[in-house]
């Protein structure tokens, strides 16, 4: 059975860092695209950063370009979300996961998902 474990959340105040990790059970889904999700009390999910292995490419929602930097350590099986300037806004439950996906910020191709970690910031 395929695993996938998110950790890293916590709370910090504004301005604050942390960085966020997931591991993967399997190797081979590491050659898939990988993501991280979030998602606010009362509002949808949404696609925060995603890195497609076979491009080498990665994509951020607008509302973290400049802030948030996905990475991955093939050897570890882990996908990583280092966040920097944190804003009060980015509270949520922060998700992580893997698929063979056209779309890399939504949510609906994704077949691998973690549990979640919790991300508060508060001002």
Known sequence: QVQVEESGGGAVQAGGSLRLSCTFSVSSLFDRAMAW????????????????PSTGNTYYADSVKGRFTISRDKGK??????MDSLKPEDTAMYYCAAGRVTTPLESGEYNYWGQGTQVTVSS
């Open 37 to 52: 999700f979030r998602q606010a009390p009362g509002k949808e999910r949404e696609g925060v950063s995603c890195l497609t």
């Open 77 to 82: 099986n882990t996908l990583y979300l280092q």
